[in-house]
């Protein structure tokens, strides 16, 4: 990790990369495989790695948050995957507390796949191209991406994969997997095609039972879609992120135009999708050992926030919940903004929102929690034990106190 010049958007700027990249490498891996990652920090003051959604030990060298690595240190990073290790798009980025925005807002973020998502597909849809799509904005301070006294509505440059509006090439009728990921530090998109349905096979790497088609998806800050696309007539379209407002004290969002697609050449016909998809885990008869109500607060200055009427303290358990257990939270929101729910270790079940029964056809590990509103959520702890977190992934709300310390014990 280290601050240099990049060429992103049509500008040189100075920003925070990985290896050197605004964008960088996509890092690809299998059900099982066992990672070895060495972190040079060259960066003041302190950093780390998370690797977001996926299901790996909290403890030692894995997925430990609580690791400080000092300029001038490297650290050594191991990764043992499990066999079952759901298929999909993930991501990695700091988790350095309270700098967490600082660093991902000025570049220290990019995309882990897993693969195997296609495996479910008919085998005439086992080869379609796959695109991954992530959606990474900055806001610039003179010549540099800013860092700083981040302010999230603020005007600010949205890109695809470091890249200003580019373009995605499709044949008429031809299937194509997008991989659509919200790696950006703060921000929600509201993502749609111009005249072409998503067709959702995978939610925050988890693949679905069924697919399901939506004109658009919300993307709260830290979530994915992997998503089957067609390509539409000879022509070309645009796709956007919608215009969308978190609260009476959140943020509103302007359109944007993200990518243009362009459908060309020879017509395809691929076969048809099939009504169910994949495999998952349904939590809805399980039995539940203990039930927690989660609160989200905020000052009235929007400048502290809180989890359970306290601000994050590195040396404090919140929770703590067994191995091999079913729980069931209440995520209520006591503020008149939308925050962005995450766990790690273990994905949850959305039951409902807002009192209304929700399907989301599969386990997920974000969720957006409505203004003056609550979820329900049932979370199933697995495999590995250690000290992780949950939080809030509006980066500015994180660092600002919106996160709790989740002890999973034996």
């Known amino acids: 990790m280290e601050k240099k010049q990049v060429e992103v958007a049509g500008r040189t700027l100075s920003a925070l990369t990985y290896n050197g990249q605004y964008m960088p490498p996509t890092l690809r891996i299998r059900p099982g495989d066992r990672l070895e990652l060495a972190m ?28 400080h690595i000092h300029p001038g240190q490297t650290f050594h990073y191991s990764y043992q995957f499990p066999d079952d290790l759901a298929p999909g798009t993930y991501w990695y980025h700091s988790h350095a507390h309270p700098i967490s925005a600082q660093q991902v807002a000025g570049g220290m973020s990019g995309v882990i796949v897993v693969e195997g998502l ?39 440059t949205r890109t695809v994969n470091g890249q200003l509006n580019p373009t995605i090439h499709i044949r008429p009728g031809e299937i194509q997997l997008w991989r659509l990921a919200n790696i ?26 069924r697919i399901w088609t939506a004109d658009s998806l919300l993307l709260a800050a830290g979530s994915r879609f992997d998503v089957l696309v067609r390509g539409g007539p000879p022509g070309r379209t645009q796709l956007r992120t919608l215009p969308y407002s978190t609260g009476p004290a959140g943020n509103q969002f302007p359109q944007a135009t993200l990518a243009t697609v362009v459908s060309e050449g020879p017509a395809m016909h691929p076969p048809a999708l099939p009504a169910t998809f994949a495999p998952t ?26 989890i359970n009427g306290k601000q994050f303290d590195m040396n404090r358990v919140d929770i703590r919940s067994k191995l091999n257990t079913v729980e069931e939270w209440i995520v209520r929101n006591d503020s008149n903004e939308e925050h962005s729910f995450h766990v790690h270790t273990n994905d949850f079940q959305l039951m409902s929102i807002n009192g209304r029964p929700h399907q989301g056809h599969g386990l ?12 329900v959520i049932r979370t199933h702890f697995e495999n590995y034990t250690g000290r992780t977190v949950l939080h809030c992934h509006i ?14 014990v034996k």
Do not use: C, W
Not at 364 to 375: H, L, M, R, W, Y
């Open 184 to 209: 950006s530090a703060n921000i929600y998109y509201r993502v749609s095609l111009q005249g072409q349905p998503f067709q959702v096979i995978a939610h925050d790497a988890n693949p679905v039972d």
């Open 118 to 156: 296609k495996r479910y597909l008919p085998p005439g849809l086992r080869n379609i191209k796959d695109h991954v799509i992530a959606l990474k904005d900055f806001q610039v301070q003179g010549d540099a991406i800013k860092t700083k006294d981040l302010h999230i509505g603020a005007p600010t």
């Open 364 to 375: 997920q590990d974000t969720a957006s929690v409505p203004p003056k509103g609550q979820i």
């Open 395 to 408: 980066l500015n709300h994180e660092d600002a106190g919106m996160m709790a310390i989740l002890e999973i």
């Open 40 to 67: 040079e920090n060259r960066l003041d003051p302190y950093t780390n790695l998370h690797v977001h959604g996926l299901h790996v030990s909290p403890a030692g060298h894995s997925d430990n948050v609580f690791i």
């Open 281 to 306: 885990e349904d939590l809805g008869h399980a039995t539940i050992t203990a039930r927690r109500t989660i609160v989200f607060s905020e000052n009235k200055a929007g400048t502290e926030f809180y």
